[in-house]
Nanobody
Framework: QVHLVESGGGLVQAGGSLRLSCAASGFIFSINAMAWYRQAPGKQRELVAS???????NYPGSVKGRFTISRDNAKNTVYLQMNSLKPEDTAVYYC??????????WGQGTQVTVSS
């Protein structure tokens, strides 16, 4: 059974940093693409970072240069380092396990709140 467990969220002041972790189990992590999404109140869920099984990464313009996704295949864990946080980064952050998993899986989410 697939499990994705996020941790590391919390309250931080603007300009601060947080590191999110997602511990994965129940599938072959090393061959899987992984991603982080976020959803703010009243808004659609949006991609904030993705990483292929080969380590290639992708970011939208809103977080590029501030967020870094990485993975440790030995620990079956994907990370999201978030620096220079802004109040608009406030959201629930979700871990996502994509291809080749069918269906894709989501974690339960972790709250990130950035105060101004």
């Amino acid at each position: 059974q697939v499990h994705l467990v996020e941790s590391g969220g919390g309250l931080v002041q603007a300009g601060g940093s947080l590191r999110l972790s997602c511990a994965a189990s129940g599938f072959i992590f090393s061959i899987n693409a992984m991603a982080w999404y976020r959803q703010a109140p009243g808004k659609q869920r949006e991609l904030v970072a993705s990483i292929t099984n080969g380590g290639s990464t992708n970011y939208p313009g809103s977080v590029k240069g501030r967020f870094t996704i990485s993975r440790d295949n030995a620990k079956n864990t994907v990370y999201l380092q978030m620096n220079s946080l802004k109040p608009e980064d406030t959201a629930v952050y979700y871990c996502y396990a994509g291809k080749p998993l069918i269906p894709a899986y989501w974690g339960q989410g972790t709250q990130v709140t950035v105060s101004s």
